[in-house]
């Protein structure tokens, strides 16, 4: 739907994994009720979300990882990583 896919990647001292789509999808429908900069994002699946080049990564990470951490998704830690996928261009 977007142009743009971004790679969500949790990284910790151990390691790095995928971030679960349903974390994707908590943030994101929790977004589309009070966060209108982030309305242009699509959970795709496991560690892939689509976005507009209107998304700011840096503040979408900042979100994200702020939102993971109240959720207690995040193990202690553990941090947010975005990484635009081959073939998608980053305007920022």
Same mark, same amino acid.
């Given at each position: 739907?977007?142009?743009? !896919?971004?790679?969500?990647? $949790? #990284?910790?001292? +151990?390691?790095?994994?995928?971030?679960?789509? !349903?974390?994707? @999808?908590?943030?994101?429908?929790?977004?589309?009720?009070?966060?209108?900069?982030?309305? %242009?994002?699509? =959970?795709?699946?496991?560690?892939?979300?689509?976005?507009?080049? #209107?998304? =700011?990564?840096? +503040? $979408?990470? @900042?979100? $994200? %990882? @702020?939102?993971?951490?109240? !959720?207690?998704?995040? /193990?202690?830690?553990? /941090?947010?990583? $975005? /990484? =635009?996928?081959?073939?998608? #261009?980053?305007?920022?």
């Amino acid at each position: 739907m977007f142009a743009r !896919k971004i790679r969500v990647v $949790l #990284q910790s001292a +151990e390691g790095e994994r995928a971030c679960p789509l !349903k974390y994707l @999808d908590n943030f994101a429908m929790r977004s589309f009720t009070g966060e209108t900069r982030f309305d %242009e994002l699509l =959970p795709v699946e496991e560690g892939l979300l689509e976005a507009s080049f #209107q998304v =700011p990564l840096p +503040e $979408l990470r @900042d979100a $994200l %990882e @702020d939102w993971f951490r109240r !959720k207690s998704y995040l /193990q202690p830690g553990e /941090q947010v990583s $975005l /990484q =635009p996928t081959s073939g998608s #261009q980053s305007s920022s």
